[in-house]
């Protein structure tokens, strides 16, 4: 049984920052890319940030700078640190998984065959 579980979340001021954590199971990790991809209230999914298995790693433009992904393939884990928070970066936060080992597109959602239940980060002012 697949499974994505994020953790982290939760409400920070702004400028602040907040580390979200997503434990995969029930699959090989390794052999999948990995993303993490936002969503607010009325707005598209948001592709934010995509590592692959050999640590490539590329962002959202909206994050560049800011945000870091990172993972702990031995702890089947995905990171992401997220720095200089603002309200534009209010949303629930999804972990997300597609097979291979890496994938052009991976910043778009279609790719990626598993997701987590999400996670909410909110950033007031």
């Known amino acids: 049984q697949v499974q994505l579980v994020e953790s982290g979340g939760g409400s920070v001021q702004v400028g602040g920052s907040m580390n979200l954590s997503c434990e995969a199971s029930?699959?090989?990790?390794?052999?999948?890319?990995m993303g993490w991809f936002r969503q607010a209230p009325g707005k598209e999914r948001e592709g934010v940030a995509s590592?692959?298995?050999?640590?490539?790693?590329i962002y959202g433009n909206s994050v560049k700078g800011r945000f870091t992904i990172s993972q702990d393939s031995a702890k089947n884990t995905l990171y992401l640190q997220m720095n200089s928070l603002n309200p534009e970066d209010t949303a629930m936060h999804y972990c997300?998984?597609?097979?291979?080992?890496?994938?052009?597109?991976?910043?778009?959602?279609?790719?990626?065959?598993?997701w987590g239940q999400g996670i909410q980060v909110t950033v007031s002012s």
């Open positions: 029930g699959f090989i990790y390794s052999s999948y890319y």
């Open positions: 590592i692959d298995s050999d640590g490539t790693t």
């Open positions: 997300a998984a597609g097979p291979g080992s890496a994938c052009v597109q991976r910043l778009q959602a279609a790719p990626y065959n598993y």
